[in-house]
């Protein structure tokens, strides 16, 4: 079997873990991050967390509703279907589980997922056996693999052994300085930017404008720029050529006016540039849950993921995270992900959060293994993007 097999039957728990420090999953969770849901006081008596705690995990290995009966054989309790039906009739007036029919079993909600994961979920970690199988599909140990390869490379992974979506953001940086900016005339009203940032990296964008520009005009514009803007935050850039083209344009000369002009066009460029700032893999992997592979679901995922809006803000909220986040179904705050749950973890370069990394699926996913997997690779990742000296 090839290392990301023995990696998906690791994901799905056919290899048992032995390990014997085990912790629940609070500990993953950030004490300071807030969101929109909290922890939840139940009230419920052991009896009833018992067995609601056998509802999910059965429901999450099998997909179909959860019957009294089935509960009453597996509980290896002394209560009958009937004492059974009871507490399931109260756990559903508590908003935990719902009956999808009438004559059905019972499923987990949101409410009861989360009380699930927060409250009766075990997670183990890894084992070295895990953890050395990851390094090598992450490649690791070549020390030629660049940061692009590194990113694609961990959402692939994170997609092959869970069999849901991996998606890994592009790095997120605070400070991008402007160093130097030049214009190099192509054609007529055609031209190549090339904007240096930081320590030297180079940036080159391709401006199609509304009118032709000589050389020498060029060449006044980047001196105009450079002479006003080097050394500057980009971000503080943008904002003072917004002053800039607030002001009266009889107050500007040509000069002004056009680099302006100039400048603001090459941010429209990198802003559109910087939209596309997460790699995914593995969408069509929803397809094979039952619950999401209604046409008109997938349809609107799809969607999601291309417009990339919605996802980015949602796996920007975890970058404050101190380690595995978790929304489940409608606690993302998006509508199109309310039958889905997404766990996240961050990754830093140089001691700094730059990025996220996760897995999107259905609600019933094996949180007790996707979690210490989802966590490894983002530790494992960070080591990769932070190689000693």
């Given at each position: 079997?090839?290392?990301?097999?023995?990696?998906?039957?690791?994901?799905?728990?056919?290899?048992?873990?032995?390990?014997?420090?085990?912790?629940?999953?609070?500990?993953?969770?950030?004490?300071?991050?807030?969101?929109?849901?909290?922890?939840?006081?139940?009230?419920?008596?052991?009896?009833?967390?018992?067995?609601?705690?056998?509802?999910?995990?059965?429901?999450?290995?099998?997909?179909?509703?959860?019957?009294?009966?089935?509960?009453?054989?597996?509980?290896?309790?002394?209560?009958?279907?009937?004492?059974?039906?009871?507490?399931?009739?109260?756990?559903?007036?508590?908003?935990?589980?719902?009956?999808?029919?009438?004559?059905?079993?019972?499923?987990?909600?949101?409410?009861?997922?989360?009380?699930?994961?927060?409250?009766?979920?075990?997670?183990?970690?890894?084992?070295?056996?895990?953890?050395?199988?990851?390094?090598?599909?992450?490649?690791?140990?070549?020390?030629?693999?660049?940061?692009?390869?590194?990113?694609?490379?961990?959402?692939?992974?994170?997609?092959?052994?869970?069999?849901?979506?991996?998606?890994?953001?592009?790095?997120?940086?605070?400070?991008?300085?402007?160093?130097?900016?030049e214009f190099v005339r192509l054609s007529e009203k055609r031209v190549l930017v090339?904007?240096?940032?930081?320590?030297?990296?180079?940036?080159?964008?391709?401006?199609?404008?509304?009118?032709?520009?000589?050389?020498?005009?060029?060449?006044?514009?980047?001196?105009?720029?450079?002479?006003?803007?080097?050394?500057?935050?980009?971000?503080?850039?943008?904002?003072?050529?917004?002053?800039?083209?607030?002001?009266?344009?009889?107050?500007?000369?040509?000069?002004?006016?056009?680099?302006?002009?100039?400048?603001?066009?090459?941010?429209?460029?990198?802003?559109?540039?910087?939209?596309?700032?997460?790699?995914?893999?593995?969408?069509?992997?929803?397809?094979?849950?039952?619950?999401?592979?209604?046409?008109?679901?997938?349809?609107?995922?799809?969607?999601?993921?291309?417009?990339?809006?919605?996802?980015?803000?949602?796996?920007?909220?975890?970058?404050?995270?101190?380690?595995?986040?978790?929304?489940?179904?409608?606690?993302?705050?998006?509508?199109?992900?309310?039958?889905?749950?997404?766990?996240?973890?961050?990754?830093?370069?140089?001691?700094?959060?730059?990025?996220?990394?996760?897995?999107?699926?259905?609600?019933?996913?094996?949180?007790?293994?996707?979690?210490?997997?989802?966590?490894?690779?983002?530790?494992?990742?960070?080591?990769?993007?932070?190689?000693?000296?």
């Open positions: 079997m090839t290392p990301l097999g023995l990696i998906a039957n690791f994901a799905f728990g056919t290899l048992a873990s032995g390990v014997p420090n085990e912790h629940h999953v609070q500990g993953y969770r950030n004490p300071k991050f807030t969101c929109e849901f909290q922890m939840i006081d139940s009230g419920l008596s052991e009896r009833a967390q018992q067995l609601l705690k056998l509802l999910v995990e059965r429901y999450i290995r099998e997909g179909e509703p959860v019957g009294s009966r089935t509960l009453s054989r597996d509980s290896g309790m002394d209560l009958s279907p009937a004492s059974i039906r009871n507490v399931m009739a109260d756990l559903e007036d508590l908003g935990f589980v719902v009956s999808p029919h009438t004559s059905a079993g019972r499923v987990p909600t949101v409410k009861g997922y989360r009380f699930f994961v927060d409250t009766l979920l075990t997670v183990k970690p890894l084992e070295q056996q895990e953890v050395r199988l990851l390094r090598q599909q992450l490649a690791i140990e070549e020390t030629e693999t660049n940061p692009q390869t590194l990113l694609t490379s961990a959402s692939g992974m994170l997609s092959a052994i869970t069999h849901m979506t991996g998606v890994v953001t592009l790095p997120k940086r605070e400070h991008v300085s402007w160093r130097h900016i090339i904007l240096v940032v930081n320590d030297g990296e180079v940036q080159n964008r391709m401006l199609n404008l509304d009118r032709n520009y000589e050389a020498s005009e060029l060449q006044q514009i980047s001196n105009y720029l450079n002479t006003h803007f080097a050394g500057k935050d980009i971000n503080t850039v943008r904002e003072e050529l917004l002053r800039e083209m607030h002001r009266t344009r009889e107050n500007m000369n040509n000069l002004m006016l056009a680099a302006i002009q100039m400048a603001e066009k090459v941010f429209d460029v990198r802003g559109r540039d910087e939209n596309r700032s997460y790699v995914m893999a593995g969408e069509t992997n929803l397809m094979e849950w039952a619950e999401l592979s209604d046409v008109e679901k997938l349809r609107r995922l799809f969607d999601a993921f291309n417009r990339k809006r919605d996802i980015l803000q949602l796996l920007d909220k975890c970058i404050a995270a101190d380690g595995v986040q978790i929304f489940i179904g409608e606690e993302s705050g998006y509508q199109v992900l309310d039958e889905c749950s997404v766990v996240t973890a961050p990754y830093k370069v140089d001691d700094q959060v730059v990025g996220v990394l996760g897995v999107i699926g259905p609600t019933r996913m094996a949180y007790e293994r996707v979690i210490p997997i989802v966590d490894m690779t983002a530790r494992l990742l960070t080591a990769a993007l932070n190689p000693r000296k």
